[in-house]
């Protein structure tokens, strides 16, 4: 045990610690590294800081709009695949081919279509619709974000959900046609019951990918957050503290915050949705 107790030591619970140290510090960047103990002032200064509240609050929206999202439309397609449609190893290709794309790749291709003279307006035009700023405008510059990601990651779990449903005993379906039950009641009573250990998972690690949201914002508003911060994260924000602003022990206590979120929202969820199933 003691090589991987080494890699986690070095590579986790070091930088952690020292995370933590430098969120109680002032760290003067520029010349030597000084280190200046404030307490919890970092902490305090959470509470007040707008652009805390502004990035909380957009994550939170992102998260709640894209987990159940890409949940629900990766368990649909796996049901869809998994159902013997024809041509369905082609199909598996198709779907997958967002989730081996690069996200900074995926991110352009999706500003291009955005942007006022790109594919989206196009469209629009030659239907006699009204154009619109998709990348300006603070109301809906999230949502595009929120519409790209769950096109990337829902076939991720949609794989997820194949790979379980492949196992589920087709005896429990049989016995179900015996007693005269309908598509829509086997999926009911039959396939959601014994997937709930594989959409606790799935929506677990949705949540922990969705609150560390940093590439697409980063890339869409180019590092600022933009427009009028309706694309500002909290990873994003941590960035800008640290590499803009030069405030290292700011940023750390951000990150603190970010993980006791992410923290104590999947142990919420694994006490009222794990149980005993798990």
Excluded at 137 to 150: E, F, Q, S, T, W
Aim: aromatic share 12%.
């Amino acid at each position: 045990m003691m090589p991987s107790i080494l890699v986690l030591g070095c590579f986790v619970l070091l930088p952690i610690l020292y995370a933590a140290f430098l969120s109680l510090h002032k760290v003067q960047l520029l010349g030597a590294i000084k280190y200046q103990f404030t307490g919890l002032q970092n902490y305090m200064r959470l509470l007040e800081d707008n652009e805390v509240a502004i990035a909380l609050s957009n994550t939170v929206q992102y998260v709640a709009v894209v987990v159940p999202t890409q949940t629900i439309l990766a368990l649909v397609l796996a049901i869809t695949l998994n159902s013997g449609i024809r041509g369905q190893g082609w199909w598996r290709i198709i779907f997958f081919l967002p989730t081996i794309t690069s996200s900074a790749v995926l991110t352009l291709i999706f500003m291009w279509i955005y942007r006022t003279n790109g594919l989206l307006n196009y469209v629009l035009s030659l239907v006699r619709l009204p154009t619109y700023n998709w990348l300006g405008d603070p109301l809906v510059a999230l949502k595009g974000i929120m519409i790209m990601n769950i096109w990337s990651t829902a076939p991720f779990y949609m794989l997820i959900y194949l790979a379980a449903l492949q196992d589920v005993p087709q005896s429990l379906y049989e016995a179900a046609d015996l007693d005269g039950a309908n598509g829509w009641e086997k999926l009911l009573h039959i396939t959601i019951p014994v997937l709930h250990p594989v959409t606790f998972f799935v929506v677990v690690v949705g949540i922990i990918g969705t609150f560390q949201l940093f590439d697409q914002s980063y890339i869409f508003s180019g590092g600022t957050g933009g427009p009028d911060n309706a694309t500002l994260t909290l990873v994003l924000l941590i960035y800008q503290s640290v590499f803009r602003n030069l405030h290292l022990g700011y940023a750390a206590a951000i990150a603190f915050l970010l993980a006791s979120i992410i923290m104590t929202v999947t142990l919420i969820q694994q006490k009222i949705f794990g149980g005993e199933r798990m």
